[in-house]
């Protein structure tokens, strides 16, 4: 009989420890668990603010305007309660808003650069002076969110943006060595044309097989070896479920943006050379004044650091600083030493230029 | 059962030595394999096979298209073309009802703000007529 246990106590914990791992791999988590409201939608656009903790005395009166990538969720921004960058901006203050670009449909394959930083952005930010009724604002664009945000602090520059901040930041592309989308998308391999023919859009699982491949060992094999590893450690399963429902949630972009993403930026560089037009309008990168904070994440492959520098010294406000972090594209908000490093730098730059 | 203990008190897990070995080699292969990633023949090798895979499916793709196209047109129900029309004129009204919107936000902000400004010199002026006959009445 205690034979019997013996041999039947590894196969009940093999049992256990497999149960623990397919449910971490097939269960999505509740994320953005912050309280919000949505105040604006254009399209598939959606303008949220979420509900102050802080009473109005002690906020800061210039709200902040969270504006993410096009092709994932923006709601890595508030994974889940205690670790969220939302939840601890409104913590500290902040009247803060929320464009989610939402996920775009065959219908709008044509929508471009060109429409989201001169009709959706302009709006957006029109909604949330009112609503909060002031005339300046700061702005944080994260990923294809920065190139967004940049663009539009380029021909917008008298819209009331006191602040930007720019996340990993992919706007130089001149040093093609470094950057490995920019070897894939080389006019040489990469047949954009016969891509956007046949889908429209670019669909979200090639973005994703796209940003996996670039660490395929990491992503592939050691990501599932950590979990198995910590199969028995309930707050690192936690963590890793909410990352996976986030990694595994893709979106497509549309096809108009993608290939001014390709072709103007990855191959021709066209927004650092002072050569991007939108509407027949130049982006020019000195007409932005607003306070910069550049954010760098020391091991990013998806945005290395080569590609967010170079901005610095082509704006033309007088306030500009450049914030380096260890961590990769999305650990470095999203990850366990975000809120030690990341965040409290953000809310300290953001704070004192926020009176 | 002391021999099976580490000096810090937990139980010898036997498969660490394993573990660190495996983490050891798979740390090496991941470097290797983001050198590999970004060079030009795995580029150019993606990209052919991105681009048989979109050659060998267009016809197939084309050929659904048109008899999709066809079937819809029978049963008289709008395509996708269709679709991705109304969706722009839609987007157009949004826009349009947005900007109006914005229009009568600050059209109320000008018919307030003198109402305001009026009550603010003068706090007496947001008095009805009546009130203020009421109050001469009683001065007399």
Known sequence: MPEAAVLTDPFTDMVGKLTTFNKALTTKTPIAQTPKELVWALNKAKLYRYIPVVPKEKRHPVPLLLVFALMSRPYILDLRPGHSFVEYMVNSGYDLYLLDWGVPGPEDKNLKFDDYCLDYLPRAIR?????????????????????????????????GLRNLILLTAPLDFSNKENITFARWTDERYFDIDKLLAAFGNMPGEMIDYGARALKPVENYIVNYLKLWDNIENPQV????????????????????????????????DRLMRGEMMIRGERVDLSRLRANLLTVIAEGDHITPPCQSKAILSKVGGKDKELFNVPGGHIGIMAGSGANKRTWPKIDSWLAGRSK | MSNEQAANGKPADPMEAFRDMRDNYLDAWAKAMVQTVNTDAYARTSGTVLDTYLSASSPFREAVEKAMLRVLEQLSMPSRADFVALADRVTNIEMHLDDMDAKLDRIEKLLTKPATAASNRNPRSTETSRQKKQKAKGAK
Request: proline share 3%.
């Open chain 1, 237 to 268: 399963i936690e963590a890793w479920q909410a990352m996976n429902t986030w990694v595994t949630d893709n979106i497509p972009m549309t096809g108009g943006t993608f290939r001014q993403l390709i072709v103007d930026l990855y191959r021709n």
């Open chain 1, 127 to 159: 909604k949330m002076k009112s609503v909060s009724g002031v005339e300046e604002f700061s702005m944080l664009g994260w990923c294809i969110g920065a190139i967004l945000s940049t663009i539009y602090s380029c021909l917008r520059p008298d819209d």
